[in-house]
């Protein structure tokens, strides 16, 4: 069965930096565009980044560029999303997101979320 079970989330200081993970099963995850989203409370969920199933292209939200880097590794069916120089405005859920297209056919899975707090 398909699972993308995020991890690494926490409460870290401003101007910290921390690691968010996503371990994916259940489908092929070298086909399939990977992306972070988040929610914060009372806001509408948003896509933070993304990256390509071959790894050739990234899409970052402007309020994340340079501060924030997704990768993944197709090996370990694994999606990563650093953070660095944390503000308490990336306060929120981050959701890891799987996504696929091909002709007719499109699919998307999204992971539980894990909770980011940045706050001193």
């Known amino acids: 069965q398909v699972q993308l079970v995020e991890s690494g989330g926490g409460l870290v200081q401003p101007g910290g930096s921390l690691r968010v993970s996503c371990a994916a099963s259940g489908f092929t995850f070298s086909r399939y565009t990977m992306s972070w989203h988040r929610q914060a409370p009372g806001k509408e969920r948003e896509l933070v980044a993304a990256i390509t199933s071959t790894m050739d292209s990234t899409n970052y939200a402007d309020s994340v560029k340079g501060r924030f880097t997704i990768s993944r590794d197709n090996a370990k069916n694994t999606v990563f999303l650093q953070m660095n120089s944390l503000k308490p405005e990336d306060t929120a859920v981050y959701y890891c997101?799987?996504?696929?297209?091909?002709?007719?056919?499109?699919?998307?899975?999204w992971g539980q979320g894990t909770q980011v707090t940045v706050s001193s």
């Open positions: 997101n799987a996504e696929y297209a091909s002709g007719w056919t499109s699919r998307s899975y």
